[in-house]
């Protein structure tokens, strides 16, 4: 008799029930994604520059229009790890509670993919949140338009995943005691060198640190972003993003997928 | 029909230090049996359910599942099987309700068929007015039972339940028994891991005695304790006790007698005949109280390994 479901039937199950415990933590959800752009965009876009104090970037560009991208790619990629390596980190710990997951009928590697998948989900959902956040408050003129509507797409679907793919590696590798040492040491360092504040292009005075964020996903995100919302201000050539965020989705992904592996097969 | 067969299992930890937790361990589980694995703590039980289960990868040998070999088709053995394992594995973040409804969905179920099975659930296992609790706010008990209640949810064919009643308090402990065996009464083959013989005497039909990683036993409790328990000990109470060890000297069948404060206390062999035998010896001295103790699976471990299995 045959009782192996549908792969895809597993995986409907997978997303219920995340969907159910996103929704019952949904406004923490909305708050934490929306507090840190909210404050930066409140500093540098309204009060520094009433203040008197704003900072004046290279051409015609606002900061305010340097930072909307940047902003959107950083609210992406925290969102995005946390909501994979947060309860991944607890469900592999002590608890083992993925062991009734692990038990579904279904290759191993469904559930990290599903889990990727759904962390995608909230990365670009809280994209979406800080958009208005950050065109909209800023006493500064931001200057977006979408150049390519196809091009966003892939950039907001290639920032989600990749973001998500960091997240479950980070999620197998860390326990859950070393959370805070996983946002001082990977996420924090990420940000401020992930082009969110400054363009790439800006940093060609300061060589080395040019060639060394190169490592960094975010670099291709924001820049990605600027290349798709932020046309004016200068960006990576979009084939250099694309490429790069596939890529090193790709590689996430398989590193993720392996440890997460190895974590539940003895 | 064979439910499970597992045929010399090895499983090898690569250290440091270099670990032996099977070391060649074959059983044939038939279909619809209450099989234990008894054994002490570390002797193997649960690294064999881990391997039968497609938890832990084999060093070697093999397990055949309801008729799939578990390495080479771990999801058509995942979805013949249900698994309560020692640790509480519940879902904290939902309730008891979602636990088993999203459970059922991992097994392919439809929404309304999954919501339907937790609700009927809900209510065998008596834990319908926990339904919106979360795992965490449950008893050991109550939580073991829920466990056992997602593990069946998907109507297995084998159930693995390892060390099942560790932690629980009596009463738990009998009411999830009653749970077992009424699922054995549906059909279900049911492997239990357990280190009280109480629990591998009352509950299971056949059972291996597994130690330092190999099976030293199997059989019936009753066949075990017959050939391996060694001696009958029998308590008496006499209303008049003297002389009454000197009449039973030539008696073939016992072994050893003591004095007691009210009586003797005497060893026997374990033939069926020895106790009719000595009683009628010790009936003219006033015999008021028997008290017979049968070989239990704690002698049998005993006379098998010298140890308690308990140590």
Request: glycine fraction near 8%; hydrophobic fraction near 50%; aromatic fraction near 6%.
């Given at each position: 008799m045959?009782?192996?479901?549908p792969?895809?039937?597993v995986?409907r199950?997978?997303?219920r029930r995340?969907l159910?415990?996103?929704?019952r933590?949904g406004?923490?959800f909305?708050?934490r994604?929306?507090?840190?752009?909210l404050l930066v965009?409140?500093?540098?876009?309204y009060?520094l520059?009433?203040?008197?104090?704003?900072?004046q970037?290279?051409?015609?560009t606002?900061?305010?229009?340097?930072?909307t991208?940047g902003?959107i790619?950083?609210?992406m990629?925290?969102?995005?790890?946390?909501a994979?390596?947060l309860p991944?980190s607890?469900?592999?710990?002590a608890t083992?509670?993925?062991?009734?997951?692990i038990?579904?009928?279904?290759?191993?590697?469904?559930?990290?993919?599903?889990?990727?998948?759904f962390?995608?989900?909230?990365?670009?959902l809280?994209?979406?949140?800080?958009f208005?956040i950050?065109?909209?408050?800023?006493?500064?003129?931001?200057d977006?338009?979408?150049?390519s509507?196809?091009?966003?797409v892939?950039?907001?679907?290639?920032?989600g995943?990749?973001?998500?793919?960091?997240?479950?590696?980070?999620g197998?590798?860390?326990?859950?005691?070393?959370?805070?040492?996983?946002?001082?040491?990977?996420?924090?360092?990420?940000?401020?060198?992930?082009?969110v504040y400054?363009?790439?292009?800006?940093l060609?005075?300061?060589?080395?640190?040019?060639?060394g964020?190169?490592?960094?996903?975010?670099?291709?995100?924001?820049?990605?972003?600027?290349?798709?919302?932020?046309?004016n201000?200068?960006?990576?050539?979009v084939?250099?993003?694309?490429t790069?965020?596939a890529?090193?989705?790709?590689?996430?992904t398989?590193l993720?997928?392996?440890?997460?592996?190895?974590?539940?097969?003895d | 029909m064979?439910?499970?067969?597992v045929?010399?299992?090895?499983?090898?930890?690569?250290g440091?230090?270099p670990?032996?937790?099977?070391?060649?361990?074959?059983?044939d589980?038939a279909a619809?049996?209450?099989?234990?694995?008894?054994?002490?703590?570390?002797?193997?039980k649960t690294?064999?359910?881990?391997?039968?289960?497609?938890?832990v990868r084999a060093?070697?040998?093999?397990?055949?599942i309801?008729?799939?070999?578990v390495?080479?088709?771990?999801?058509?053995?995942?979805a013949?099987?249900?698994?309560?394992?020692?640790?509480?594995t519940?879902?904290?973040?939902?309730?008891?309700?979602?636990?088993?409804e999203?459970?059922?969905?991992?097994?392919?179920?439809?929404p309304?068929?999954a919501r339907?099975?937790?609700?009927?659930?809900l209510?065998?296992f008596?834990i319908?007015d926990r339904?919106?609790?979360?795992?965490?706010?449950?008893?050991g008990?109550?939580?073991?039972?829920?466990?056992l209640?997602?593990?069946?949810?998907?109507?297995p064919?084998v159930?693995?339940?390892?060390?099942?009643?560790?932690?629980?308090?009596?009463?738990?402990?009998?009411?999830?028994?009653?749970?077992?065996?009424?699922?054995?009464?549906?059909g279900?083959?049911?492997v239990l891991?357990?280190?009280y013989?109480?629990?591998a005497d009352e509950l299971?039909?056949?059972?291996?005695?597994?130690?330092?990683g190999?099976?030293?036993?199997?059989?019936?409790?009753?066949q075990l304790?017959r050939?391996?328990?060694?001696?009958?000990r029998?308590?008496t109470?006499?209303?008049?006790?003297?002389?009454?060890?000197?009449?039973l000297?030539?008696s073939?069948s016992?072994?050893?007698v003591?004095a007691?404060?009210?009586?003797?206390?005497?060893t026997?062999d374990?033939?069926p005949d020895?106790?009719a035998?000595?009683?009628?010896?010790?009936?003219?001295?006033?015999?008021?109280?028997?008290t017979?103790?049968?070989?239990?699976?704690?002698?049998?471990?005993?006379?098998?390994?010298?140890r308690?299995?308990?140590?």
């Open positions: 045959n009782k192996v479901p792969v895809m039937a995986v199950g997978l997303w995340d159910a415990v996103l929704r933590e406004v923490a909305a708050l994604t929306v507090m840190n752009p965009v409140f500093v540098f876009t009060v520059p009433k203040s008197g104090q704003g900072f970037t290279a051409g015609a606002s900061f305010a229009t340097v930072l991208p902003l790619a950083v609210a990629i925290f969102t995005g790890v946390a994979v390596a991944l607890v469900e592999l710990g083992r509670e993925i062991e009734d997951r038990l579904a009928p279904a290759p191993l590697h469904t559930i990290p993919l599903a889990r990727i998948a962390g995608a989900v909230q990365a670009i809280s994209g979406a949140l800080v208005p950050v065109t909209l408050l800023p006493a500064t003129p931001v977006v338009h979408v150049a509507w196809p091009l966003l892939a950039m907001l679907l290639l920032a995943w990749t973001s998500a793919a960091l997240g479950l590696f980070l197998t590798v860390v326990k859950p005691a070393q959370i805070g040492l996983l946002f001082a040491l990977v996420l924090t360092p990420i940000t401020f060198l992930g082009c400054y363009p790439w292009a800006s060609q005075p300061i060589r080395w640190l040019q060639i964020v190169l490592i960094n996903p975010l670099v291709y995100m924001s820049e990605g972003l600027r290349t798709a919302l932020t046309a201000v200068p960006h990576l050539p084939a250099v993003s694309v790069a965020l890529g090193l989705g790709v590689l996430f398989g993720g997928v392996r440890t997460f592996r190895r974590r539940v097969i | 064979s439910a499970v067969v045929d010399q299992l090895v499983k090898r930890y690569a440091p230090p670990v032996t937790a099977l070391d060649g361990i074959s059983l589980i619809g049996q209450i099989y234990g694995l008894l054994g002490p703590n570390g002797a193997g690294t064999t359910i881990g391997i039968c289960t497609s938890r060093t070697g040998g093999r397990a055949v309801a008729g799939f070999d390495a080479a088709a771990p999801v058509e053995v995942r013949r099987i249900g698994v309560v394992s020692q640790a509480i519940l879902d904290r973040s939902c309730t008891i309700r979602e636990n088993l999203f459970h059922c969905r991992y097994f392919g179920m439809n309304a068929d339907g099975r937790a609700r009927e659930l209510d065998r008596r319908a339904a919106d609790a979360l795992p965490g706010q449950l008893s008990g109550l939580a073991q039972r829920v466990q209640a997602r593990a069946i949810s998907h109507r064919d159930l693995f339940l390892d060390e099942p009643t560790a932690g629980l308090d009596p009463q738990s402990r009998l009411a999830l028994w009653d749970l077992v065996r009424s699922l054995q009464a549906e279900l083959t049911i891991t357990t280190h013989m109480e629990e299971t039909e056949r059972l291996a005695v597994i130690d330092h190999k099976v030293l036993i199997e059989g019936t409790p009753e304790k050939e391996h328990g060694g001696t009958t029998l308590d109470v006499l209303s008049d006790g003297s002389g009454a060890a000197a009449a000297t030539g073939e016992v072994q050893a003591h007691t404060e009210r009586g003797l206390r005497l026997l374990p033939s020895a106790l035998a000595v009683l009628a010896r010790l009936a003219p001295f006033g015999l008021r109280e028997v017979v103790v049968e070989p239990s699976l704690e002698t049998v471990f005993i006379s098998l390994t010298g308690d299995l308990r140590e």
